[in-house]
């Protein structure tokens, strides 16, 4: 099954597994893109949201926000976060082939979506391409499997079944700031930062953390429900001797995340 099919089947968890944790790293990135109030700002591959909606509270009601995705049904859930904001609006866009002219916004936001573009630099050259002259666009990304929330969960996978390595590791093809520094450069940008943020967030049991993937929450979770038992089994079990560690089995646990963010600014 395609990516797309587990991130549209997965739209409607994706705040329950994963929701809590990504809006913590949102306020490095609208620091990062230097959001002020009254911008046009576009939010590529916005999932359900929540960038957007932290966007739009900075750019206030002299600003709007454009939340876009090339997914129809996690655009859906964005739509229920976003409903009654007057300065949003939507759009169902690939982000390697934009369709707004040339110089449309201040700011290009892309919050945990670039590694999963088929072709980042393209992607990279859209954004700079929409940007106004002297605007920024600032993106985040995965650093490691051991410190993600849950796409570790789709790098165990790859171990019990092959055919997936390639899939799970484009979580963190971009995790390398050189890299991605480099890719900036190439899409011509100019005063290019980069930093990252590291959160760790406890449960009370790996029970407790595991619960969302088990019910099929968001789209890890519907590519880990789509394997057989044994597999399944052996999956959960990697990823609890991986978050439990030395601490004894059934108590608290803490998951460690690092993010990493680049931003540029159009010459």
Request: include cysteine.
């Given at each position: 099954?395609?990516?797309?099919?587990?991130?549209?089947?997965?739209?409607?968890?994706?705040?329950?597994?994963?929701?809590?944790?990504?809006?913590?790293?949102?306020?490095?990135?609208?620091?990062?893109?230097?959001?002020?109030?009254?911008?046009?700002?576009?939010?590529?591959?916005?999932?359900?949201?929540?960038?957007?909606?932290?966007?739009?509270?900075?750019?206030?009601?002299?600003?709007?926000?454009?939340?876009?995705?090339?997914?129809?049904?996690?655009?859906?859930?964005?739509?229920?976060?976003?409903?009654g904001r007057a300065n949003v609006s939507f759009a169902i866009e690939d982000g390697q082939a934009l369709t707004f002219p040339e110089g449309r916004f201040d700011t290009v936001?892309?919050?945990?979506?670039?590694?999963?573009?088929?072709?980042?630099?393209?992607?990279?050259?859209?954004?700079?391409?929409?940007?106004?002259?002297?605007?920024?666009?600032?993106?985040?990304?995965?650093?490691?499997?051991?410190?993600?929330?849950?796409?570790r969960i789709s790098a165990a996978i790859a171990r019990h079944v092959p055919s997936k390595a390639k899939d799970s590791t484009r979580f963190f093809t971009l995790g390398n700031?050189?890299?991605?520094?480099?890719?900036?450069?190439?899409?011509?940008?100019?005063?290019?930062?980069?930093?990252?943020?590291?959160?760790?967030?406890?449960?009370?049991?790996?029970?407790?953390?595991?619960?969302?993937?088990?019910?099929?929450?968001?789209?890890?979770?519907?590519?880990?429900?789509?394997?057989v038992p044994e597999i399944r089994r052996a999956v959960r079990e990697d990823i609890r001797r991986e978050l439990e560690g030395a601490a004894a089995s059934g108590g608290p646990?803490?998951?460690?995340?690092?993010?990493?963010?680049?931003?540029?600014?159009?010459?």
């Amino acid at each position: 099954m395609s990516d797309r099919f587990y991130f549209d089947a997965g739209a409607d968890g994706y705040d329950r597994s994963f929701g809590r944790v990504s809006s913590k790293f949102i306020p490095t990135l609208t620091r990062s893109a230097h959001l002020s109030s009254g911008h046009r700002a576009l939010d590529v591959a916005t999932g359900t949201g929540v960038a957007a909606e932290a966007a739009a509270e900075i750019v206030g009601p002299s600003g709007h926000v454009v939340a876009a995705d090339i997914s129809v049904p996690i655009l859906d859930q964005a739509r229920i976060r976003l409903c009654g904001r007057a300065n949003v609006s939507f759009a169902i866009e690939d982000g390697q082939a934009l369709t707004f002219p040339e110089g449309r916004f201040d700011t290009v936001l892309c919050s945990m979506g670039l590694m999963l573009f088929p072709d980042p630099a393209q992607g990279l050259s859209e954004f700079r391409r929409v940007l106004r002259k002297g605007g920024r666009a600032a993106v985040s990304v995965g650093t490691t499997p051991e410190r993600s929330f849950v796409a570790r969960i789709s790098a165990a996978i790859a171990r019990h079944v092959p055919s997936k390595a390639k899939d799970s590791t484009r979580f963190f093809t971009l995790g390398n700031a050189n890299r991605l520094q480099a890719l900036f450069e190439a899409a011509g940008f100019s005063a290019i930062k980069t930093t990252t943020k590291t959160c760790r967030f406890p449960f009370r049991s790996f029970d407790d953390y595991f619960e969302p993937i088990e019910v099929g929450s968001g789209n890890v979770a519907v590519e880990y429900l789509s394997l057989v038992p044994e597999i399944r089994r052996a999956v959960r079990e990697d990823i609890r001797r991986e978050l439990e560690g030395a601490a004894a089995s059934g108590g608290p646990i803490e998951v460690e995340v690092e993010v990493l963010y680049a931003s540029g600014r159009k010459g």
